[in-house]
């Protein structure tokens, strides 16, 4: 409870006017007590009436789960336990700082022409991964005569995890593209250039005789044909860097987040496709490390493993992360490496260690593009701090662009995609590989 506007306006003006009437007319200090009286009784009076008139019945409504980047709904039914609702109800979240409701966190909720039942709701952003409370809600409404501004604290004890984004594995939108690869104009292209042997079949006109299998064709008296297909069971590495660079907020979201998102759909779309995942982080040092699984019996593991992806705030070892990668594996592989870097001169060590796993193993470098840096390159006003800017800009661009051509040179094929853009990107860029017999 603390006093309205209201309020403080009458005492304001009732102070006023018990100084000016007490020096000029000092008889009339009776009148001047009985008016502060009254104002007193108003006051106690009111709260009184508000105390036992305004009680009110909250439901909330949270979901327990939500992916992060998204939004989800915090309903509020609000109802009174006697008579009606108050004409306006203002409500404030007690929340941590992770699940963003914009400048104020202030929501108003008003209530129907009966004031007997109304229901709200609060957008909650959830911007980083992990399992963040609701500790309270705050309401505060106008008294009967509006003289107090009734407040009142509720315990809400609610939770929610927040996790990984995988709403492009629910909605299908992975499978449709992966979809050609398996039954499609681009399997039966794939039918015949491949290198894994798929079966035999009677030659016809118009088939490569250099496809002939002579030895079969004797044998059976016939010509026959090796019929081949794309190569299945691959070994694929999602290798993501958890340093601090991965921290950084991008279009609303840390990098790193991004790029565990675009690995689960990545797990998800090699498990169509037949292929074995596994997953290896790093920082300053190796963190995880999960050997190769079929793509769909690897991908409950991973979502567990990346929710739980900490947010490192030290520098990135690619030396000794690296190393450690080409130690431990046996076979030739596709990596796929996120990472990132500031410029071609801290690129440098990356650079080589990329160059060595090269070597043995097929490497998809990808990183994250800026698109604010565009946008800085061509500033719509020309002042003195704008020019210097895209001047910057430029010149962080021309050196990302002299990395990413060096990796090119090197085997390495790159991705530079836009926040937005990189999970469609890098699935595009899996069915190419796949389609090309790349690994």
Known sequence: MRPSSR???????LTAVTVITSVWWPDMSLPLA??????AVLTVGDLTLSSFSSRMRIEIDLPRQGFVGQTVQLTLDISPRKRSLPAKIETRLDLAPELAVGDSRLAVATSDAERK???????????????????????????????????????????????????PVLSGAIQTQILPLEAGQKDLRLRGEGSEFHQLREFATGMDPRSIDWKRSARMRSLV??????????????????????????????????????????CWAAGLA???????????????????????SAFPRLQTLCAQLRYETQETN???????????????????IFSDFVDSITAELMIENIQVL???????????????LAKLTEPEEMTLDTVARSVAARQILQERRAVLEKLARLGVLCLDS??????????????EIKSREMI
């Open 225 to 266: 044909v090796r019929e081949m297909r794309a190569e299945r069971n691959h070994q694929i590495i999602l290798c993501v860097d958890s340093g601090r660079l991965m921290a950084e907020q991008l279009a609303g979201l840390p990098k790193l987040d991004r790029a565990i998102n675009a690995t689960l759909a990545m």
């Open 34 to 39: 009985c008016a502060w009286l009254a104002l």
């Open 358 to 372: 090269a070597r043995h193993h097929f490497i998809v470098y990808v990183a994250l593009r800026d698109p604010m």
């Open 274 to 296: 037949g292929d074995l995942v596994g997953f290896y982080s790093f920082d300053s040092r190796p963190r995880l490390f999960v050997p190769a699984l079929p793509g769909r």
């Open 117 to 167: 039942h109304t229901k709200t709701s609060i957008s909650l952003r959830l911007t980083k991964r992990g399992q963040y409370a609701i500790h309270n809600l705050w309401l505060k409404w106008p008294s009967r005569l509006k003289l107090l501004d009734m407040i009142a604290r509720m315990p809400i004890k609610k939770e929610i995890t927040v996790m990984p984004d995988i709403s």
């Open 318 to 336: 690619h030396t000794l992360g690296l190393t450690h990668l080409s130690g431990r594996l046996k076979r030739r592989s596709l990596i796929v």
């Open 418 to 431: 836009t926040p937005d853009a990189l999970t469609a990107d890098l699935v595009a860029r899996y069915i």
């Open 7 to 13: 309020l403080i306006a009458l005492a304001l003006i």
